[in-house]
Nanobody, 114 residues
């Protein structure tokens, strides 16, 4: 069973940056569309960004131009570079495969202060 481990979250002021990492226990990224999701308190989980096995990316309108998703197949890791952070980006961030998701990781908390 594939394990996903998210890291890189923290507390940052508005306008700051963070880089999240999602490490998989084996190579899945080259054949899967991987997604970063986030879930804020009291809200449903939402898709933030996705990347296909051949590197095509897509973003939610709310993060377009600020976030960048990328992958390193050699390291079995997907990244989310988050710039110009806003308080409304505060959430727990998770990664997973878009189709037939694996067991969810613990996520990583991102808190943006105003």
């Amino acid at each position: 069973q594939v394990q996903l481990v998210e890291s890189g979250g923290g507390l940052v002021q508005a306008g700051g940056s963070l880089r999240l990492s999602c490490a998989a226990s084996r190579n899945i990224f080259s054949i899967s569309t991987m997604v970063w999701y986030r879930q804020a308190p009291g809200k449903q989980r939402e898709l933030v960004a996705s990347i296909t096995g051949d590197g095509r990316t897509n973003y939610a309108d709310s993060v377009k131009g600020r976030f960048i998703i990328s992958g390193d197949n050699a390291k079995n890791t997907v990244y989310l570079q988050m710039n110009s952070l806003k308080p409304e980006d505060t959430a727990v961030y998770y990664c997973n495969r878009l189709y037939q998701p694996y067991p969810w990781g613990q996520g990583t908390q991102v808190t943006v202060s105003s």
